[in-house]
Each structure stands twice: as structure tokens, then as C-alpha cells.
């Protein structure tokens, strides 16, 4: 003991304490966990600022710790900004895990390991009722609903969390380290569950580089849209965006609507919509909002909804795309607020009753769901509501979804302002699925 004294206390005295201890350049941080699209499978992504090995080590709960091993890649991102920062963002896929079993892991390599985290892996049953949380608009600075959102992760009430768009404000910010942080802040989540994500408009700088770079969703595109399956839901994740950064590319707009179109009519063949029978949408900006701030989706002739006649050729919306095929659900974000509308195509109202608006509706479902929290705070309303908003509310919260079975589907809003407190919720219900189900 004498001598490991000795030997500390010469180290501190002659060389930097740098050495002595791994440098925390080599230290994992922003552990987050994304789903593939494979089954049995799970994606772990986490960062570090020197390069090092990509290493996973993990077990089957309750076995022995770390009995087995995954090694991935990393890829240089060099951030846009001034300082041209340069991080290592480290990829390591896990295949053959058992469905629904736990697992825990820590991730790095001999330079640096992360803490202990745990997750389950998914069900690959299309017959089992997988249960999320929905939100957009969660900032760095004033993310109130993220203290909520960890407990009721940590204990294990949600299966994958959707965040619809906009994260930090801006990830870009102070070259690159505003995201780190805000990558920092959502691991108390996002290493527990996969964390499946969407571009915003706050994501816009440098090609959406920091978007890009930092999140691993499934297919070859980026993450900017993909789509995979769970339970008995088809999730197609898509970009709004490509309507509105046209120096970006405006070929965007039609590579992803010819992927959409693609991909839905894919889902919608009898033998795959029959074990699936739910497509659920999610994007950044709506279509609809009856907010007050001169946004998108406060005009009639929106982008999103019905395209924009300024390019060459004209580039098409996505409303009848998604009507065609018989999208149930549309979630979306960007309104710092929650709002719920009755089945809406065209701007018409189509419940299926006036007694039972959401039981067999006549059109798609749309969900505003964009007040986790950020520095811009609240965005107000009209006064009048439009005719096909059903519920609308200005408290900080976020949403609950459970996709019962291949008939029932559950949304609920959670007010975090209310402490906790489920300000509205509905179940929608569909006996048939497919543009069928609007006949």
C-alpha cells in the first residue's frame, strides 16, 4: 500500500495527471440504442473525442456479467462549425438476442468503459401490444418533460420512444457541444430503450450533418426516413424538411416520395398488412395545426399536405399519398403544443360516428405532439378552433401510445405542468384497415 502511495504521489508530482488515468477524450459518452430493423437485433451507438476501439460487452440478465463480446466501427464526424471539432461516433450491432429478454452491457473499449445499462430486447411477435412515448421539440435548455420521461423509462413502461423532430436547439450550437450535452442529457433514456428519431427544421445546419452523423436508424439513407416493423404497427419515419431547405437538393423531395410510395405499397400487400395491419406515420411538421404563428401547417395549400407548384417539375404533398394507402396514424411535431384532430382528409371531418368519432374512421388520425420543452417555450393558438380540431392543450407534456392489437390502439397525453396528470386520451378503434376502411 505504501509503495502504490508512493508511486501515485510521484506520478502527480512529475508527469500531468493525464497519464496517469485514461484520458477522458477516450471516455464513451451519448450511449444511445436504435432498433435496425432486423430481428433480434439492437444497434448501440455512443461517442468519444479520440479514436478507439468499438466494443460492447453484455449478458443475459442474471448470468454471468459480460460473458459476451461485439465489436463494431467507428466513423470520423467532423463537425461544420468554426473549430471543425472532430468526433468518433462508434456503431456496434447485437444479433441473436433473444426477444424479450433483458440484457445488460456497458460499451468502449480498454481505453474507457461506459457505466452499466440494461435493455429489453424487442418482442418480434406481431401479436404482442408494444407501448411508447411520443414527443418533439425537447431542447437542451428547459427540457421539462425529461425528468418524467426517465423514471417511467428506467422502470420499464415503454418499449421505444419516438421523438418526432428537433432536438437540443441546436445541435450545432457552440461547435458541435450543445449536442453533446443535450446526447448527454437524453442517455438516461436513450441507452434503456431504442430511441427512433426524425429530422426537424432545427436540425437544418450543414446538411443536417449533426442529425446525420449522430443517430443510427435503419435502412442506407441517413436517417433522414426509414421505416420498421413492431408488433402489429408499420412505423414509417420520414423528413418534412425536404420541403423547405430546397439548397439542399430539391431531388430530395422526390427520392422520398418515391421511397414512401414504395415502402407503403409494400406494407399494404394482403399477406403483410394482414399481420400488420397498422401504418403509423411520423414527421416533423403537420399538415394541420390551428396555431397562431403563420406556420406550415396554418395554411391551406401547406407543403406538406399538398406539395409545392414552385419547383420544376412540381413536387408532390403527401396527404392523398398517405390516404391512398390507408395510413391509420399520422404523428407529428414542430407546434410547441398538443393537439388532437378529428379524422381530417382535405380539410374535412370524417368520424366514423358522432357518438364513436375514432371507431372505424373514414380518414387518417393526426396527432400534434410537440411540448417536451425547449428554450422557445409555448406556441399560442387561434382563438376559434378549426372544425377538425378535436382537443388542444398548451401544457409541457408528452405522449403515451400502446398499440393494443390489430383492432385497438391507445393514445393518452400526459401534462407535465399537472404533474403527471392524463389531460386527454382516446382509443382508436378499426375493424378494417387499407384505403377500404374509408369506403
Known amino acids: 500500500m505504501a509503495s502504490l502511495r508512493a508511486l501515485l504521489a510521484l506520478c502527480s508530482l512529475t508527469v500531468p495527471l493525464a497519464l496517469c488515468v485514461p484520458p477522458i477524450e477516450t471516455q ?17 451507438t455512443w461517442t468519444t473525442f479520440n479514436e478507439t476501439e468499438s466494443v460492447v460487452e453484455y449478458s443475459a440478465w442474471g448470468g454471468k456479467l459480460f460473458n459476451q463480446v461485439a465489436k463494431g466501427t467507428s466513423t470520423v464526424f467532423e463537425d461544420g462549425g468554426s473549430e471543425k471539432r472532430r468526433l468518433y461516433i462508434h456503431r456496434v450491432t447485437l444479433a441473436g438476442l433473444r426477444p424479450g429478454s433483458v440484457y445488460a452491457y456497458h460499451c468502449g473499449s480498454e481505453a474507457g468503459w461506459s457505466e452499466v445499462f440494461y435493455f429489453t430486447a424487442l418482442n418480434e411477435s406481431t401479436t404482442w401490444s408494444p407501448k411508447f412515448a411520443l414527443f418533439g421539440d425537447m431542447g437542451n435548455e428547459n427540457p421539462q418533460s425529461l425528468a418524467r420521461l ?19 436547439y441546436d445541435m450545432d450550437e457552440d461547435n458541435g457541444r450543445i449536442g453533446d450535452e443535450f446526447m448527454r442529457q437524453i442517455q438516461s433514456i436513450a441507452a434503456y430503450v431504442p430511441y427512433m428519431t426524425c429530422p426537424g427544421n432545427h436540425e437544418s445546419a450543414y446538411n443536417f450533418s449533426n442529425y446525420r452523423n449522430r443517430f443510427s436508424m435503419p435502412g442506407d439513407t441517413e436517417s433522414l426516413w426509414y421505416s420498421w416493423n413492431i408488433g402489429p404497427a408499420h412505423i414509417v419515419s420520414f423528413s418534412t424538411e425536404v420541403y423547405f431547405f430546397l ?45 397562431d404563428d403563420k406556420d406550415d401547417c396554418t395554411q391551406f395549400e401547406s407543403y406538406v399536405r399538398v406539395g409545392r407548384n414552385d419547383t420544376k417539375p412540381p413536387a408532390p404533398g403527401l396527404e392523398n399519398l ?4 390507408g395510413v391509420d396514424l399520422e404523428l407529428w411535431a414542430h407546434e410547441h403544443t398538443y393537439e388532437r384532430l378529428w379524422p381530417v382528409y382535405g380539410y374535412k371531418v370524417f368520424n366514423g360516428s358522432i357518438e364513436e368519432p375514432y371507431m372505424n374512421p373514414k380518414a387518417p388520425v393526426h396527432i400534434i405532439t410537440g411540448s417536451a420543452g425547449c428554450r422557445e417555450k409555448h406556441d399560442g393558438f387561434v382563438p376559434k378552433p378549426r372544425g377538425w380540431s378535436a382537443f388542444r392543450s398548451t401544457d409541457y407534456g408528452y405522449t403515451r401510445m400502446q398499440v393494443l392489437n390489430r383492432t385497438h390502439l391507445y393514445l393518452e397525453q400526459v401534462s407535465d405542468d399537472q404533474y403527471g396528470k392524463v389531460i386527454d386520451s382516446i382509443w382508436l378503434v378499426k375493424e378494417q384497415h387499407g384505403v377500404a376502411a374509408w369506403l
Not at 426517465?150 to 437540443?168: P, R, S, V
Request: proline content about 7%; charged content about 25%; overall charge negative.
Open 150 to 168: 426517465q423514471k417511467e423509462t428506467q422502470i420499464g413502461m415503454y418499449d421505444a420512444i419516438l421523438h418526432i423532430g428537433d432536438f437540443a
Open 322 to 325: 398517405f390516404y391512398l394507402y
Open 28 to 44: 464513451p459518452e451519448q450511449v444511445h440504442l436504435s432498433y435496425p430493423g432486423v430481428p433480434c437485433c439492437m444497434v448501440i
Open 247 to 291: 439548397d439542399y437538393g430539391v431531388d430530395l423531395i422526390f427520392k422520398q416520395y418515391e421511397w414512401l410510395r414504395k415502402d407503403l405499397e409494400e406494407a399494404n400487400r394482403p399477406e403483410n398488412r394482414k399481420v400488420r395491419p397498422w401504418i403509423i406515420t411520423m414527421g416533423h411538421r403537420p399538415m394541420y395545426c390551428s396555431n
